[in-house]
Nanobody, 130 residues
Framework: QVQLVESGGGLVQPGGSLRLSCTAS????????IGWFREAPGKEREGISC????????WYTGSVKGRFSMSRDNYKNIVYLQMNGLKPEDTATYYC???????????????????????WGQGTHVIVSA
């Protein structure tokens, strides 16, 4: 059974760092674009970053650009989201998801599309608080 699992969430003070991991069972991630999404209480799920299959392409939404960084370890079949300079507004449940087309896709407003992702993890909670 295809399964994505996120890990690495937790409680961190403002300005701190966390590294989230996304692993998969029953398939390899290197043929998929991977998106990271987050959902804060009372808010819609938003796409915050994406990594494509080729050329190391990455995309970040404005609120995390310069603070978050995605990377792949194809040997370990893991995708990471390094989060630095965390802020209270980063508090949310974070999800990874796979897009079988292999490239990041966007809505007309430039936001990361959610509809084309075929597998989602269960989420990992990130709380940024003093």
């Amino acid at each position: 059974q295809v399964q994505l699992v996120e890990s690495g969430g937790g409680l961190v003070q403002p300005g701190g760092s966390l590294r989230l991991s996304c692993t998969a069972s029953e398939f390899t991630l290197d043929h998929h674009a991977i998106g990271w999404f987050r959902e804060a209480p009372g808010k819609e799920r938003e796409g915050i970053s994406c990594i494509g299959v080729s050329d190391g392409y990455t995309w970040y939404t404005g609120s995390v650009k310069g603070r978050f960084s995605m990377s792949r370890d194809n040997y370990k079949n893991i995708v990471y989201l390094q989060m630095n300079g965390l802020k209270p507004e980063d508090t949310a449940t974070y999800y990874c998801a796979t897009d079988p087309r292999g490239y990041c896709r966007f809505e007309w407003d430039g936001s990361l599309t959610k509809d084309e992702y075929d597998h989602w993890g269960q989420g990992t909670h990130v709380i940024v608080s003093a």
